[in-house]
Structure formats: C-alpha cells, structure tokens
C-alpha cells in the first residue's frame, strides 16, 4: 500500500457469515467467527494498527449494521429477531444498541483513525414484519420498516460519533434518508450514486462505484 500511495486500510472486520474479532465487552461475539483459529484477539489489531502506522495506512474499521449480522447472533442469540429469523439485528431490542455501544466502545481504544464505517447496506426488513414483537414494537412506536431502518442507522451514528468517530455508511442510507443523515457523515458510493464535486447532499462522499453512470 506505501509504494502505491495508498493511505486507508478498509478493514470489513465483521459480516454475515462471521464475527471473528475479541470484543471485550462483550466476549461471546467472536463465538460467531468461522473458527476458533480464524479469529482476531485485541492484541492482534493493535499489532495490525501499528504496523500499517509505520508505514503510513490508518486502519478504517468496519462493522456492518443491521444487515450482514447475522453471526453476531451466535453469541448472543437475542441479537437475531427470531430463531428463525436471523437478521437485520433486532431494532427494538435496546440491548442490540448496548452491544454496539461496547464494540465501538473496545474499537476507541484500538482504531484511532477517526472515521469509523457503520455499514447499512442491502437491509432485509422482512424478519422485523415477520416477527411478532418486533411488529408490536413497531405498531407501538408508529413505525413502518422504513422508519425503524433510520431510527437503527441514525441511533447507530449517535453511539459512534459519543465515541469521538465520524461515520461513514454505504450508499443506500442515503437513498434512504437523505438530509437526516448526521451532516459529517460520509457516503460510501459501491453501486451507483449520482454526485458532482465530491459530495451529496450535504454529505463528503468515497466514490467506489461498479457501476458506469
């Protein structure tokens, strides 16, 4: 990456299929990692960290939410709407925010670039309908899944920004939400995003796009 010229390391730490980083706070998570040896401790991303400093690469950590969440649940498994229903994380239980809180909580102390990336992209919202008590929560708050999707992303971006970070979110939270955005947010463009000079809206934007516009 240093001979390249390039400068931000993007870690996609945590995705669907695993959950393979210590988290302190809450020591179950990595129980959703492909394997016992596929998994990350602390000290291995404070090595990571330092030796991408020496060389000039800050380190952009990644977690994905509320979809791509899935193994988050095999720790613990009130994380998932149901059993049978895995994902996105469950938006009306405010433990799931607690959990946020704590990994972005243990990543303060790890990742000190100051963006931190929150995901948001290709949300399922079917299990939320699907499920009762997240469809009472719903009713009971005056929310359709579209509503509950901005309320999980912007609570989200309120826990990461209290721990000193800038958000960055994929494309489709602005999409969806526009201006309610937080206004330092930055838009992470993969798939097809128009924009002129940087930025939509009043959001900075990475341009990362597949697609020809």
């Known amino acids: 990456m240093t001979y390249s010229k390039l400068n931000v ?3 996609h730490i945590v995705d669907e299929q695993s959950f393979p980083i210590e988290i302190p706070s809450y020591p179950n998570l990595w129980n959703g990692s492909y394997s016992y040896s596929e998994r990350y401790t602390m000290s291995d991303a404070i090595d990571i960290v330092r030796y991408a400093e020496k060389r000039g690469v800050n380190v952009l950590a990644e977690i994905d ?8 649940g095999v720790g613990y ?3 998932w709407p149901s059993d049978s229903c895995r994902e996105p994380l469950d938006v009306s239980n405010n433990f799931t925010f607690k959990v946020i809180d704590g990994i972005l909580s243990d990543f303060s102390k790890v990742f000190k670039f ?3 990336h929150l995901g948001g992209d290709e949300v399922n919202t079917s299990c939320w309908t699907a499920t009762p008590h997240i469809k009472e929560w719903l009713n009971n708050n005056h929310m359709n899944v579209s509503d509950a999707y901005r309320y999980f992303v912007l609570r989200a971006q309120k826990i990461a920004i ?3 970070y800038e958000v960055i979110n994929w494309e489709e939270t602005f999409n969806n939400f526009g201006d309610k955005l937080d206004r330092k947010t930055v838009v992470h463009n993969w798939y097809f995003l128009n924009h002129e000079n940087g930025s939509v809206g009043n959001c900075r934007i990475i341009h990362a796009c597949t697609k020809n516009q």
């Open 9 to 11: 390391l993007h870690w």
């Open 114 to 116: 100051k963006f931190v």
């Open 77 to 79: 498994p009130s994380l």
């Open 65 to 72: 939410v509320p979809g791509h969440a899935r193994s988050w």
């Open 162 to 164: 209290s721990h000193g």
